[in-house]
């Protein structure tokens, strides 16, 4: 499977529906963008990642333990 956003090939599956394994959610591990299989993605090239777009990109801050 290839990231819709970036292309990369790093994608792993994040959860499946509760229920008839009716749907999927992926993450892709280089971006971080996710998406449903029950989604028809089609991203403009303009919001297209490249390594160096992703490179010059901000931190994502960690979530704190929920206590």
């Given at each position: 499977?290839?990231?819709?956003?970036?292309?990369?090939?790093?994608?792993?599956?994040?959860?499946?529906?509760?229920?008839?394994?009716?749907?999927?959610?992926?993450?892709?591990?280089?971006?971080?963008?996710?998406?449903?299989?029950?989604?028809?993605?089609?991203?403009?090239?303009?919001?297209?990642?490249?390594?160096?777009?992703?490179?010059?990109?901000?931190?994502?801050p960690?979530?704190?333990?929920?206590?």
């Open positions: 499977m290839t990231c819709p956003r970036c292309d990369s090939e790093n994608v792993r599956i994040m959860v499946t529906a509760p229920v008839d394994n009716a749907w999927e959610v992926y993450l892709c591990e280089k971006c971080h963008y996710s998406w449903r299989s029950t989604e028809d993605i089609h991203i403009s090239e303009k919001f297209k990642l490249t390594d160096e777009k992703i490179d010059a990109m901000g931190v994502i960690p979530v704190p333990p929920l206590d």
